[in-house]
């Protein structure tokens, strides 16, 4: 494309593809890292100007491609933007489809089109970054990234053992302890347990979690510490859960077993934390994206139409269910690998989404909608 005609493009094919990122970001500045937010605006807009120049290819320029691809693209991936219901998307579509079928009807409408979408879009664009910008959590992070970092910072010194083992940590998300399964869930899980005691497995029957959430649990098991440190007069009064987030990037369990010469593989999930690990010498994940990308395609109408002609493998609760697989098929494959091997796995089963059935099958929507929560989260314990 010419420096020249690239320029002559409508402003709303720049601000289009950011405008949802834009919009989850601003929502969720304490929870999304700006770096992942703009790993994903960069992968949609490309992903649109290569789409557009497709278009322009096939049919040679033709006045209408900008249009209908903006209104395309609205109806499809701009609904979780404003709109929560599902139900609710496709009247959101049927609109913008509207929009297109006026256009092709009476094409004098474009330049009103090309006029009113860039201030509509604009100004969207604007109250989004007005909302980023005065928000005190982007303001404070970097103090709080600090207390963070320095809580963490040292790796305690270790040294290595003649025998090096492989060291598997897996955390089962959401697994309660076997007299919580009976009480609330009846279910019986001492069987399981007891087979781990005889293979040589420690049971601890009356454990309890540190902390509540998953972030701040995990974060102090693998730093080998609790989180007082952390405890501030800044971090009391902060809402920001990013810097904290960024502790699974690089932690005090993985450095020591670097320092003892293990290779490090982690994991992960469609969690942004656990998604990757950078630090580590492997990532092992299947089907994830970066956060904002991943909550603008499983709102899209892309999704609503997969699940309703059947096309599973575009389906988030499908990869869900195939995620868990994979990653069972994974660490057994650790076992192959001579060089001795740390391990860290974070499973979002028995945790929601319930997609697994007790054998392993992935289950449609339908399957799980027609059981109580109490079967469906059993069922994923029996499996998991």
């Known amino acids: 494309m010419a420096r020249s005609s690239f320029w002559k493009l409508p402003f709303y094919v720049f601000l289009l593809p950011l405008l949802p990122v834009l919009r989850i970001f601003a929502g969720n500045v304490d929870s999304v890292a700006w770096q992942s937010a703009a790993l994903s605006a960069a992968i949609f807009f490309a992903a649109y100007l290569i789409l557009r120049q497709v278009l322009v290819l096939l ?13 395309a693209f609205s109806g499809i991936f701009l609904a979780v933007s404003f709109i929560g219901d599902r139900i609710l998307n ?53 103090r709080i990234r600090e207390v963070v970092q320095k809580a963490f910072g040292d790796t305690p010194t270790a040294t290595a053992p003649i025998e090096k083992p492989d060291v598997y940590y897996i955390i089962f998300d959401r697994y309660a302890r076997q007299d919580m399964l009976q009480n609330i869930y009846g279910y019986d899980n001492t069987a399981f347990l007891a087979e781990l005691e005889k293979r040589g497995f420690i049971v601890p029957r009356e454990a309890y979690a540190n902390y509540q959430r998953t972030a701040a649990s995990v974060v102090s098991s693998l730093n080998f510490d609790y989180l007082d440190k952390l405890q501030t007069p800044q971090t009391e009064a902060s ?3 990013v810097p904290l987030y960024s502790e699974f990037q690089d932690f005090r369990a993985a450095r020591v077993f670097k320092s003892m010469g293990y290779g490090t593989h982690f994991f992960g999930t469609w969690w942004e934390p656990t998604r990757r690990m950078a630090t580590a010498d492997q990532n092992h994940n299947f089907y994830e994206l970066p956060e904002a990308l991943r909550i603008i395609y499983e709102y899209s109408l892309v999704v609503d139409a997969a699940r309703l ?4 493998k575009l389906d988030p609760l ?39 059935s007790p054998h392993g099958r992935c289950m449609e929507i339908a399957d799980a909608a027609a059981q109580t929560r109490a079967q469906n989260y059993s069922g994923q314990v029996q499996y998991t």
């Open 309 to 312: 002609v059947g096309l599973r």
């Open 90 to 142: 496709w009247y959101w579509a049927i609109t913008w489809l509207a929009i297109a079928l006026a256009l092709i009807r009476w094409p004098k409408r474009i330049a009103t089109f090309n006029t009113f979408v860039p201030i509509f879009i604009g100004a969207l664009c604007l109250q989004s970054l007005y909302l980023i910008a005065v928000n005190p959590v982007m303001q404070e992070r970097s």
């Open 59 to 71: 049919f040679f320029r033709h006045p209408l491609v900008d249009p209908l691809l903006a209104c």
């Open 239 to 241: 809402a920001d859960w």
């Open 318 to 356: 499908w990869w869900q269910c195939e995620r868990s697989k994979r990653m069972f098929d994974g660490l057994a494959a650790l076992s192959e690998d001579p060089a001795p091997t740390f391990a860290f796995a974070h499973f979002l089963i028995p945790h929601p989404p319930f997609v697994t």
